[in-house]
């Protein structure tokens, strides 16, 4: 018999423990396998169709599924709900600035909200927007304001076993040669994005942040920051970096943003609230511009969209954010999981990122092709097996190219366990990790899956699928 092992002697160091108690609990349970069978069907085998109270562990992502602190919760009874200027914009606005350091602030009802205003303020048809890897609603609304996304991440990030410690980086020479083909006046800005999700939650580090500013300097051409899970982004930082490892993660959050000339920002991931978001500049002239846009697709330039006891409870999460015990236990809690699949040699995304651990769905399942969904299968499977809800990130994920129609094809076909903040316990990654083990053991009798309905716009989220 083998003697178990605390995490710390797997790692071969001391443990650590997360940096709070819990003084709430949400009761879940495990439903039997008729079930789960019958609601996977009634979901099309797409887990966004599933009910919550079908779901035993919600690995379907970090985003307005992070657990509120006993702070944040008193700041939702300080709620100033008035139409206009309510303090707790204020405070929400002064949080920003503190911590990522621009100067004017426009509150959005979630990241999306903010990707819109900043599309339809900068972007012209015929405009060319250079990224960091794609995200979905990033791209869409770019492609709806007429712009066309260009993909200039590392070719390392489309590789996931390529263990580049820093895969989000900006291939500068790619960029460069975007600037040449289309000139810079058709470029309005990069559009950069920290810890970059599609490519496994990659970070991107401040020599490339720093090179890119001076690149773009070069050219008059703006860097808008995607800075969703930027704080996870400054983790990677100062622990693989050089200079950084004596900075506190508030410290190079900040130093990152100076880089740039915005932001915008899914409040529910990082910023720690169930829903929220915010988009913030430097220049004063598109601040006017986005004011005028808010008004009109989100809500008056003191809400967006949000209640006032919303942007308290985000003003909150954003101090707490960025503290050092926090983002550490977060980022180690999604390492413990990828240490255990790791060590029963399941193909993962390598190295683990910051939110989430990525199977790698092609080399789970090779025998199926791609235009058959095998990320799709691999996300029903685990939810089968045991209740785990978690995320298709491939083919269907990527849509279809507006000008051919066809499927596109990413190189990286994935199925994403997110992990919530604050939310789970070592004990249920254990639960997960065993999962995805048997449905690996059982990977040869696993077949794919054909779409039955397809939506217009970002399909996965609603999309059905039956067994080939
Ligand atoms: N940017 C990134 C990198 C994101 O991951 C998301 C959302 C958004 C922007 C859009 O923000 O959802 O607040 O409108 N990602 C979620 C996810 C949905 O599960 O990864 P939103």
């Known amino acids: 018999m083998t003697t178990p092992k605390t995490m710390g002697q797997q790692y071969g160091r001391r443990s650590w423990a997360e940096p709070w108690k819990i003084k709430m609990v949400e009761p879940i349970r495990m439903s039997d396998r008729l079930t789960r069978e019958k609601a996977m069907q009634e979901a099309g085998y797409n887990t966004f169709l599933l009910r919550s109270e079908d779901v035993y562990i919600d690995l379907l992502t970090d985003s307005g599924t992070s657990a509120m ?66 995200f979905t609603t990033t ?28 895969k989000g980086n900006i291939d500068l020479d790619k960029l460069q040669a975007l600037i040449d083909e289309v000139g810079a006046e058709n470029i309005p800005y990069v559009s950069l994005a920290g810890t970059v999700n599609m490519a496994g939650g990659q970070p991107v580090s401040m020599a490339n942040v720093r090179a890119l500013k001076e690149l773009c300097d070069r050219h008059g051409i703006r860097i808008y920051l995607d800075a969703t ?32 000339d915005g932001a915008w920002m ?43 006891r919303d942007m308290e409870a985000l003003a909150i999460g954003i101090s707490e954010s960025v503290e050092d015990d926090h983002v550490r236990a977060r980022v180690g809690q999604v390492r413990y999981l990828g240490g255990l699949l790791t060590s029963w040699d399941i193909p993962i ?46 083919i269907a994920s990527a849509g279809r190219d507006p000008q051919t129609g066809d499927h596109r094809y990413p190189s990286l076909e994935l199925t994403r366990l997110t992990i919530p903040r604050r939310v789970y316990t070592q004990a249920h990654m254990d639960v997960v990790a065993e999962s995805v083990k048997a449905v690996y053991d059982a990977r040869l009798e696993t077949h794919g899956l054909k779409m039955v309905y397809e939506p217009k716009y970002l399909r996965f989220f609603q999309a059905r699928f039956e067994p080939v």
């Open 229 to 260: 899970r930027m704080v996870e982004n400054a983790l990677f930082i100062q622990e693989q970096e050089e200079g950084y490892e004596d900075q506190s993660i508030a410290a190079i959050l900040k130093e990152f943003c100076s880089y740039t």
């Open 139 to 166: 791209r869409l609304h770019q492609e709806l304001a007429g712009g066309t996304f260009v993909d200039v991440i590392l070719d390392a990030a489309h590789d996931p076993v390529n263990l580049h410690p820093f």
């Open 349 to 394: 995304v390598q190295p683990v990122g910051g939110h989430a651990i990525f199977l790698d769905a092609k080399r789970f399942y090779p025998h199926i092709p791609q235009d058959q969904f095998p990320a799709q299968m691999l996300a029903a499977q685990l939810y089968l097996d045991s209740g785990v809800r978690s995320m298709e990130r491939g």
């Open 266 to 308: 899914s409040a529910k991931k990082d910023n720690l609230v169930n829903i929220g978001g915010w988009l913030a500049v430097r220049d004063a002239e598109l601040f006017d511009a986005l004011r005028n846009l808010v008004v009109i697709y989100e809500g008056l330039h003191t809400y967006g969209g949000m209640a006032g």
């Open 69 to 134: 602190s006993d702070r944040q919760w008193a700041g939702i009874m300080l709620g100033d709900e008035a139409y206009a200027g309510s303090r707790n914009f204020y405070n929400l606005e002064q949080a920003v600035q503190e911590y990522y350091g621009f100067s004017y602030v426009v509150p959005t009802h979630q990241g999306r909200g903010a990707e819109h205003l900043l599309s339809q303020a900068l972007i012209r048809p015929g405009h060319y927007i250079p990224g960091n890897m794609y």
